[in-house]
């Protein structure tokens, strides 16, 4: 094992399609692997009741004069308490999606996943020992698959393109 990892270093140091294919495969397999880790805890984390100071969509980055050109992310505040303990939180979702100004539809769509109560109230899912760090939405089981899919895909044609 350690003898191919050498071989790949040298091919990918070579410029050679082969090396540049197994260290961005394998650079993709452990940074999804770590998300899909990292998404799974916080679907375990539990949840309390908060307030909604403010929520929408702005610009990202320098405002662009070509609409289609222009960038837009989610924005969030938000207030909770766990055991007593005031908390403010921004974090919407483990997904950050940065999307044009045609694809707007994609971060109402995030926006509308909030949970919102009866009573004007919004669930705030936070880490259990760490209840600073929050966020308003839990990963799903479909961003999971897409992140295992991201992480898989390239060593799958990685393996098929050059060991099949």
């Given at each position: 094992m350690?003898?191919?990892l050498?071989?790949?270093?040298?091919?990918?140091?070579?410029?050679?399609?082969?090396?540049?294919?197994?260290?961005?495969a394998t650079?993709?397999?452990?940074?999804?692997?770590?998300?899909?880790?990292?998404?799974?805890?916080?679907?375990?984390?539990?949840?309390?009741e908060?307030?909604?100071?403010e929520?929408g969509?702005?610009?990202?980055?320098?405002?662009d004069?070509?609409?289609s050109?222009?960038?837009?992310?989610?924005?969030?505040?938000?207030?909770?308490?766990?055991?007593?303990?005031q908390?403010?939180?921004?974090?919407?979702?483990?997904?950050?999606?940065?999307?044009?100004h045609?694809?707007?539809?994609?971060?109402?769509?995030?926006?509308?996943?909030?949970?919102?109560?009866?009573?004007?109230?919004?669930r705030?899912?936070?880490?259990?020992?760490?209840?600073h760090?929050?966020?308003?939405?839990?990963?799903?089981?479909v961003g999971?698959?897409?992140t295992a899919?991201?992480?898989?895909l390239?060593?799958?044609?990685?393996?098929?393109?050059?060991?099949?």
């Open positions: 350690i003898n191919y050498q071989d790949m270093w040298h091919l990918a140091a070579q410029a050679e399609p082969q090396g540049i294919w197994f260290w961005a650079y993709a397999a452990v940074i999804c692997g770590y998300s899909v880790v990292y998404q799974l805890r916080i679907r375990s984390w539990p949840s309390t908060g307030e909604l100071v929520a969509v702005r610009k990202f980055g320098a405002t004069l070509i609409k050109d222009q960038d837009y992310v989610t924005t969030a505040l938000y207030r909770y308490s766990v055991s007593g303990q908390f403010t939180g921004k974090r919407i979702s483990p997904w950050i999606i940065i999307a044009s045609n694809a707007r539809f994609l971060l109402n769509r995030q926006m509308s996943s909030i949970e919102h109560s009866s009573g004007g109230k919004v705030v899912y936070y880490h259990p020992r760490k209840p760090k929050s966020f308003l939405i839990k990963p799903g089981l999971l698959l897409i899919l991201a992480g898989a390239p060593m799958i044609l990685y393996l098929y393109e050059f060991h099949g």
